[in-house]
């Protein structure tokens, strides 16, 4: 299969790969994203060695893959007693080898790094003592377990202190490269159905891969999340099993989080996990960003407070799955049954917020500030009886700011005089409180435009759906 995007990983292994120096390559990403299908099809015949860990395997399991890996690349020797000798018989294949660049990749490094298995030290020595030293090799270790990867690679303290060449991190598909890996499938949906399977399943090439094109959306739902033995039904407790060794601390946050779609602060997290310390806290916070569940976005009040930023959800099928699926529904239709209903509208309007978020650089395109430097967040009044909040707020360095209500539907959005009453308010409240000297743009961001009516001519400025797609790259 052709590989859809990651234009610019890309673009940057094959500059790294093509170096005259040692390369040392951290590729690390939420799990499902594709990391090993990115090496695997990038350089396809080209590596000198390549062993892959066990998802929960045992430390005796660990060595038995690494060592079968030795002996799938031509070494013939026994079954090593320690990882410094593993990476000794390494060295010694390496040597062996006639190609030109030696190019070694570790995939699901976290998992070789068992209880007291010294792994991380016999990575180390085996870097600083040889490879470090070989102008042709390329070591590309690779992780699901992000948060690992971060702080026992990346920002290591001890023997790998620095010694990453090139950290990658690959992060879900845009809805332009969604559409491209559906066309690629033979799927002909159209784009309101593939922003729809976006708020679904997210931009993550598995859950993508599991579509069939014979089927319809609310059919491939139904089979994937609601049918007896459906495929992704035990899937969300697998992910976060696989990353975090207590991933009950991060479930926890993770469905807090779900119950508040504008998010949490810190402290109201802490309030609600009131047996969790505070490193534990601010540690599983950092580990669930690394692995884009969460993002953490600044709150303004007369200025903006980086220091008391919200948390948010931000992952759409773990979104969707505490939303829907993990309710215990047992009707094997209930996407097709209830696609109509209210409880599925309310879904698509959060899901649609999460998506404009998740798309902010085509957002910025579409209203022709690409170039300027501008920061985003939403807003909640503190003082309005009606809790007035608004969307997305987009400060702009030329000293304009777009408040931005986000709609989500299957025509153009009709303002009515409500929705203008508490647009006005809203702004007014915002300024006030704010107390901002930046000009005002109202903007909508709808699937299908503004209908045309004597509410719409307030609005300076919109952002479609289709505008969501743009390719950047």
């Given at each position: 299969m052709k590989i859809i995007g990651r234009t610019r990983e890309i673009d940057k292994l094959n500059r790294v790969l093509g170096s005259d120096r040692p390369e040392f390559i951290a590729l690390y990403g939420r799990r499902r994203i594709g990391k090993t299908f990115l090496i695997n099809q990038l350089l396809e015949g080209k590596l000198a060695f390549a062993t892959t860990g066990i998802l929960e395997g045992e430390p005796s399991e660990q060595m038995f893959s690494f060592h079968s890996?030795?002996?799938?690349?031509g070494s013939t020797c026994k079954k090593p007693r320690d990882w410094f000798e593993a990476f000794g018989e390494l060295i010694v294949l390496l040597e062996k080898s006639t190609r030109s660049t030696r190019v070694i990749f570790i995939d699901e490094l976290p998992c070789f790094d068992t209880s007291r298995s010294r792994f991380v030290m016999a990575l180390g020595h085996f870097w600083n003592s040889w490879a470090s030293r070989q102008s042709n090799v390329k070591l590309i270790?690779?992780?699901?377990?992000?948060?690992?990867?971060?702080?026992?690679?990346?920002?290591n303290h001890g023997g790998l202190h620095n010694r990453i060449t090139c950290e990658m991190h690959l992060t879900p598909f845009t809805l332009n490269e969604v559409e491209q890996f559906l066309k690629q499938k033979k799927f002909t949906w159209s784009r309101h159905l593939i922003a729809l399977a976006y708020m679904t399943f997210g931009g993550i090439p598995y859950y993508l891969d599991l579509l069939d094109p014979t089927e319809s959306l609310a059919q491939n739902i139904d089979r994937l999340f609601f049918a007896e033995n459906a495929t992704l039904r035990r899937e969300y407790d697998r992910l976060f099993k696989s990353l975090f060794k207590m991933p009950?601390?991060?479930?926890?946050?993770?469905?807090?989080?779900?119950?508040?779609?504008?998010?949490?602060?810190?402290?109201?997290?802490?309030?609600?996990?009131?047996?969790?310390?505070?490193?534990?806290?601010?540690?599983?916070?950092?580990?669930?960003?690394?692995?884009d569940f969460i993002r953490r976005y600044n709150i303004k009040e007369k200025k903006i407070k980086t220091n008391g930023g919200v948390y948010q959800l931000m992952d759409f099928f773990v979104h969707f799955v505490l939303h829907f699926s993990k309710k215990q529904i047992t009707d094997d239709r209930y996407w097709s049954n209830m696609l109509h209903s209210a409880t599925v509208t309310a879904w698509q309007g959060v899901a649609f917020e999460r998506l404009v978020m998740a798309h902010i650089a085509q957002v910025k395109r579409a209203l022709g500030i690409y170039n300027i430097h501008t920061e985003y967040f939403s807003w909640r009044s503190k003082m309005s009886d009606k809790g007035a909040q608004i969307d997305l707020v987009i400060d702009r360095?030329?000293?304009?700011?777009?408040?931005?209500?986000?709609?989500?539907?299957?025509?153009?959005?009709?303002?009515?005089?409500?929705?203008?009453?508490?647009?006005?308010?809203?702004?007014?409240?915002?300024?006030?409180?704010?107390?901002?000297?930046?000009?005002?743009?109202?903007?909508?961001?709808?699937?299908?435009?503004?209908?045309?009516?004597?509410?719409?001519?307030?609005?300076?400025?919109?952002?479609?759906?289709?505008?969501?797609?743009?390719?950047?790259?």
């Open positions: 890996a030795l002996q799938s690349y270790v690779c992780g699901s377990a992000t948060s690992w990867m971060v702080k026992n690679i990346i920002d009950d601390i991060y479930v926890k946050i993770i469905e807090l989080l779900s119950e508040n779609k504008k998010g949490l602060t810190r402290q109201e997290i802490a309030e609600k996990m009131c047996k969790m310390s505070g490193g534990t806290l601010t540690s599983a916070l950092k580990n669930l960003q690394y692995c360095a030329d000293r304009m700011t777009h408040l931005c209500e986000i709609k989500f539907g299957d025509a153009p959005f009709r303002i009515t005089k409500s929705e203008d009453e508490k647009m006005r308010t809203r702004i007014a409240d915002y300024q006030y409180e704010t107390n901002t000297k930046q000009g005002i743009i109202p903007t909508f961001v709808t699937a299908y435009g503004l209908a045309t009516n004597e509410y719409s001519q307030g609005v300076m400025a919109t952002v479609t759906l289709d505008q969501l797609f743009d390719n950047l790259s």
